[in-house]
């Protein structure tokens, strides 16, 4: 089976004025690691509009996906329109056509990782300072609600308890999912990145890293995926961890056209054949 592998579209009206129609190449599914626009309403119209008509799409949503709204809205209202439909959303669920099988959730993070200037600090400590900081430096914690209960005087905002909370929710549904047999190829699709390879270099040392991805690497060698494929990180990758082929190709903002090395046309053959000997070059 071919699968078109694409993240981070951060599709807007204004696309029409700046000449960034969507190239759709042949395929048999298209796999989206999410930040598919700037609201849950636009994402899901995007998916059935430019690519739905071409090729099923299997996607989890971004954190830009869920601006202007909670994580469990957006999800209700993802669920509600795509129900029935040639678009598959899926927050720590999996989907199968043939002999792929997709694990997919959007992932969030740990707020753990040691990809930084503080990394060698202890775990509890680290984790304390990168959260203080990440919610100095992303949106997400001013244009997210929160779906849980406030408490005290805290803002109607998410908390970086409920991202880490839905981050340990994922990890263990991942895990658990890939620990059940299949005779195919396994696929697992998350918005988040999953190891200090897909980093970008232009940000090494700082502590915004901690928001961008986790450690993921013993579920990784552990379970042995063919394939893990992620957004958020706004610069391609390609390559092997462990026995998996991690692969993040994101068309970014309009401003940083070419700068990531957005592959628009990438299909990939998931076959298990062709996935191992891809895998074993």
Known sequence: MKAWIISDFHSSPLDLFRRRQLAVPRADVCICAGDIAGNIESAIDFLHSEIAPHMPVVAVLGNHD????SIDRALEYARKWTAGTNVHILENETFQKG????????????????????GHLQVDTRRELAVRECMRYLLDFRLIHRSD??????????????????????????????????????????HHAISRRSLDPRFAGHISN?????????????????????????????????DTRVLCNPRGYVGERGSGEFRPGLVVETSVTEAEDRNHE
């Open 66 to 69: 869920f601006y202007g709204s």
């Open 99 to 118: 002999d792929l099988r997709v694990v997919g959730a959007t992932l969030w993070t740990s707020f753990e990782i040691e990809d930084h200037d503080f």
């Open 149 to 190: 209960a406030r408490l005290g005087e805290e803002s109607g905002f998410i908390t970086p308890g409920e991202m880490m909370s839905r981050h340990w929710e994922s990890r263990v549904f991942i895990h658990r999912e890939l620990a059940k047999p299949f005779d195919g190829t396994t696929l697992v699709l998350t």
């Open 210 to 242: 901690a928001a961008f991805a986790s450690d993921l690497s013993d579920v990784i060698r552990a379970c042995r995926p063919h394939f893990w494929v992620h957004g958020h990180i706004h610069r391609f990758a390609d390559y092997i961890e462990g």
